[in-house]
């Protein structure tokens, strides 16, 4: 397995991502998105917002952008693979 792991921040990050058949997965304990391959080879980090905690994700191919809920915040939001292009795309929370 190939893994890129950054010192200072303790977390998995990416020179080069994927874009075709590959897994998303939130990590709680790091809050942290990855990304594996389809034979769980390669895993790496996706670039987002270091003060999120990623829960519900999903992947629009056609855009190449991942939508996650904010477990702190209740918010949705939605950024490119790469992690540009950030968006809030629902702020209202139940209740």
Sequence with gaps: MRVFVDTL??????ENLIHDNF?????DYRY???????????????RFPPQD??????????DDRIY???????LIKRSFLNGSG??????????
């Design 53 to 62: 905690r990623p829960i519900g994700l999903d992947y629009d191919f056609k």
């Design 32 to 46: 942290q998105i990855y990304q594996t391959d389809g034979n769980f080879r390669d895993i790496s980090a996706v």
């Design 9 to 14: 921040k303790s977390l998995f990050l990416s």
């Design 68 to 74: 996650w809920t904010d477990f702190e915040t209740s």
């Design 86 to 95: 950030l968006e809030v795309i629902h702020n209202k929370i139940p209740g």
């Design 23 to 27: 897994f998303l997965v939130a990590d």
